[in-house]
């Protein structure tokens, strides 16, 4: 059922192991992304540590500053959902990476205050929009309700590990919950 609420509606979608674990253990991405492509979403949330992670894991990438070609902007009528990164910290350098993989239609870093101007800088040369919503960390219902109204951004799925979607759980942000469960024990 459809929010009529000023922000997105939220789905969180996590692998976890048998034993509770979203972390530590292979994951069948054929698999994973397949019933995620399901959701028709029009973004897709991570949070820092998820994208620094997968950065390094998933694509080899050092999460350093790129000088390399700026990737392109996206068209406004890209119908591919746009990648958004909870950064309030400034902790994702290569977050344009992101942006040049043919799954998405653009990145948005959502930043806290105490991002420096610099970091914020660089995301603009980057073509990474950047809402600073917050001071020590991001407003996560604030961000959502701006990403609703000035990306048009209707429903999200939330790509994360515990810590993003833990706050937003706590703060009642989330409209739907769906596990994959993996027939593995981490320990």
């Not at 990145?107 to 919503?133: C, F, M, Q, T």
């Amino acid at each position: 059922m459809e929010k009529t609420d000023p922000r997105p509606y939220v789905i969180t979608y996590l692998a976890t192991s048998l034993d509770g674990r979203l972390d530590g253990s292979p994951i069948d991405i054929e698999r994973y992304y397949g019933i995620a492509a399901r959701f028709e979403v029009d973004a897709i949330l991570s949070g820092s540590e998820t994208a620094v992670v997968a950065l390094d894991r998933c694509s080899g990438v050092e999460n350093t500053y790129n000088a390399g070609p700026v990737p392109e902007r996206a068209l406004p009528n890209d119908p591919r959902p746009l990648f958004v990164i909870v950064d309030g910290r400034g902790r994702v350098r290569s977050g344009s990476t992101f942006q040049q993989l043919p799954f998405w239609g653009g990145g948005r870093a959502l930043l806290s205050e105490a991002v420096p101007e610099a970091h914020r800088a660089y995301l603009a040369s980057r073509n990474v929009d950047s809402l600073v919503i917050g001071e020590g960390r991001v407003d996560l219902d604030r961000a959502l309700s701006r990403l609703r109204t000035d990306y048009g951004v209707r429903r999200i799925r939330v790509d994360s590990g515990g810590r993003l979607n833990g706050a937003l759980l706590r703060a009642d942000l989330v409209d739907e919950v769906h596990l994959l469960i993996c027939p593995w024990l981490v320990g």
